[in-house]
């Protein structure tokens, strides 16, 4: 089967570990005990239960939005590619993670923490039950392969919730399966933890993956989050290792195309790593299984065949920086913003309605698979019509996000029956081009600038090779993306490569924890704050503090502890 998550018999087992008076020891109703999923069944199970919380959901397709994998709302609203969009009145605390100016109190931080503890747990307790199964309580143990495998796709997915915390809060506590159901304190950096897990799961894992399964966790995955958390921790040798090694076993990116990462018919390809498996149409859960975390993002009101619900719109800011110059390459000195194109925003009358795209823009291709700007094809819908496709143009922008949207002609089989907008479209947490320009960040800080420039045009070079997008058998621009010839120094090859990143990986929620990792965010978000709030009233005079790195514990997390768990520094 495709997707490993749609057994979900095991899911309500969650809280046995923590039942220690007589009178919790009876057997819950519908619910399964310790005892019986001691047996192979049952930890396979637990395990599939565990990989069922990568799409952030549990009770319901809606309202995870905060904890989609993608990480569209801080990962990229809260850095300068998104807007939330929609009205200023919908989801209105998701206005406050844009300006930086969440409380304690504010629900997506909650669902997000709730979510990510909840898979913990899950991984938790398929290593409790695995372990008391080996050690010979329960029916047939695993054979020593088999119980070392689960080992490592337990830690690597607990792994992976941990990062999601911990990039957003610094500080939260780390429990694992024996301190499980006891309050921790949160007052260590647990990146080590989370690193010692990685390596565990690199060191078990196989690099193929069971038949018809292709969600499942391999060594390659556990490589590729390796390397990325050793580079969220500056180790860029390590990092650097554990990245080339999966550039090695995977197929030229050159030769793979762009597009193939955002097309529902060509998911698990060969660029996917890291995937968040989605199941929509045929699992009998009505979209439970599917991409709804990204449910909200589609274009609004008169487009077809999708219009809910208006919001993640790309800014004025990342439009821009699809600007190259005659010789195709970035305008890394920031000159992008200068004669910004805005699209048709700010005209009225006739010239709103006459408008027509400007065709002599020079624009890197990546533009038209990330953002749909009016007068130019979307996808397979037709031509993007402008304001009637936006809910609020003045609160969210002229554009719209294409990244996580499918073709009008995979609506009946890509989407969840009498609900078009949760859609079975994958979620690539990390994409071998990712992995590339991550290995090239390495490379600049281990002064290989050659590997540093190869891998960068590489990235390039494949994107030169998108087919273009025309109008009436036309460009819709001028088109024109080279690689670099060199790179002479360390900061100009530093400031390439995360231009880069911003270009190929803009909105897939990467952002905004690419620069606070780089400790740019302040400068990088209040000169943005200062262009983009000359267009949208609610981004001017915002500044950006040290504690905005982060964000607040949320604050029931720290009256259900009685005071063990603190507040995040800062707030």
Same mark, same amino acid.
């Given at each position: 089967m495709k997707h490993i998550k749609n057994i979900f018999l095991f899911f309500l087992i969650l809280s046995f570990v923590s039942c220690k008076k007589d009178f919790l020891t009876l057997n819950p109703q519908a619910e399964l005990t310790a005892e019986q999923l001691t047996s192979q069944d049952g930890v396979e199970g637990l395990l599939v239960g565990a990989y069922g919380l990568l799409?952030?959901?549990?009770?319901?397709?809606?309202?995870?939005?905060?904890?989609?994998?993608?990480?569209?709302?801080?990962?990229?609203?809260?850095?300068?590619?998104?807007?939330?969009?929609?009205?200023?009145?919908d989801?209105?605390?998701?206005?406050?993670?844009?300006?930086?100016?969440?409380?304690?109190? /504010?629900?997506?931080?909650?669902? #997000?923490?709730?979510?990510?503890?909840?898979?913990?747990?899950?991984?938790? /307790?398929?290593?409790?039950? #695995?372990?008391? #199964?080996?050690?010979?309580?329960?029916?047939?143990?695993?054979?020593?392969?088999?119980?070392?495998?689960?080992?490592?796709?337990?830690?690597?997915?607990?792994?992976?919730?941990?990062?999601?915390?911990?990039?957003?809060?610094?500080?939260?506590?780390?429990?694992?399966?024996?301190?499980?159901?006891?309050?921790?304190? /949160?007052?260590?950096?647990?990146?080590? /933890?989370i690193i010692d897990d990685l390596q565990f799961a690199v060191a078990n894992l196989n690099t193929t993956k069971p038949k018809n399964q292709k969600g499942r966790m391999d060594k390659y995955a556990a490589q590729a989050y390796l390397g990325k958390v050793l580079l969220y921790q500056k180790r860029y040798a390590e990092a650097y290792t554990q990245l080339n090694a999966v550039i090695l076993a995977k197929p030229d990116l050159t030769t793979l195309p762009y597009n193939d990462n955002f097309d529902i018919t060509k998911e698990d390809g060969p660029e996917s790593i890291v995937v968040v498996e989605n199941s929509v149409g045929t699992d009998g859960t009505g979209g439970e299984n599917g991409n709804v975390g990204d449910m909200l993002n589609f274009p609004y009101g008169g487009a077809t065949p999708i219009n809910c619900c208006g919001f993640f719109q790309p800014t004025l800011d990342l439009a821009n920086s699809f600007k190259v110059n005659a010789a195709g390459i970035p305008l890394l000195d920031g000159s992008y913003r200068t004669n910004p194109y805005l699209s048709d925003l700010g005209l009225t009358g006739a010239a709103k309605t006459n408008y027509q795209v400007d065709r002599t823009l020079a624009l890197d291709p990546r533009i038209e698979s990330t953002i749909g700007r009016r007068g130019v094809p979307y996808r397979d819908w037709g031509i993007m019509a402008g304001d009637s496709w936006i809910r609020d143009a003045s609160n969210g922008g002229p554009f719209v996000a294409v990244k996580n949207s499918i073709e009008a002609s995979q609506i009946a089989s890509g989407t969840a029956p009498g609900s078009t907008n949760v859609t079975g479209l994958n979620v690539n947490l990390i994409r071998l081009a990712d992995i590339y320009l991550m290995a090239a960040e390495c490379a600049v800080e281990t002064s290989d600038l050659p590997r540093a420039l190869a891998l960068v045009n590489a990235v390039r070079l494949r994107a030169a090779k998108i087919v273009p997008a025309t109008i009436n058998g036309s460009a819709a621009a001028v088109y024109r993306v080279n690689p670099y010839p060199a790179f002479p120094n360390a900061d100009y090859a530093r400031n390439a490569v995360r231009f880069e990143r911003r270009l190929e990986l803009a909105m897939e929620g990467h952002?905004?924890?690419?620069?606070?990792?780089?400790?740019?965010?302040?400068?990088?978000?209040?000169?943005?704050?200062?262009?983009?709030?000359?267009?949208?009233?609610? #981004?001017?005079?915002?500044?950006?503090?040290?504690?905005?790195?982060?964000?607040?514990?949320?604050?029931?997390?720290?009256?259900?502890?009685?005071?063990?768990?603190?507040?995040?520094?800062g707030y």
């Open positions: 799409n952030g959901n549990i009770n319901g397709t809606w309202g995870n939005y905060a904890a989609a994998p993608s990480q569209w709302l801080i990962g990229e609203v809260a850095s300068d590619n998104a807007h939330k969009g929609s009205s200023v009145g989801q209105p605390n998701m206005n406050a993670i844009e300006q930086h100016a969440p409380t304690s109190t /504010n629900d997506n931080l909650s669902l #997000l923490y709730n979510r990510c503890f909840e898979g913990v747990q899950r991984c938790n /307790n398929t290593l409790k039950i #695995l372990a008391d #199964l080996q050690a010979g309580k329960g029916t047939t143990k695993f054979a020593d392969a088999r119980a070392k495998e689960i080992q490592g796709e337990a830690r690597l997915l607990r792994a992976h919730y941990y990062f999601f915390l911990v990039r957003v809060f610094k500080l939260v506590p780390y429990v694992t399966e024996a301190n499980s159901g006891t309050f921790v304190p /949160n007052d260590k950096d647990i990146y080590p /933890n952002r905004f924890f690419d620069l606070v990792r780089w400790g740019i965010a302040k400068q990088t978000l209040e000169s943005y704050f200062t262009f983009e709030g000359g267009y949208f009233d609610y #981004l001017k005079g915002i500044t950006f503090e040290t504690r905005d790195e982060h964000f607040p514990l949320p604050q029931d997390q720290i009256d259900r502890s009685n005071g063990t768990l603190k507040q995040s520094p």
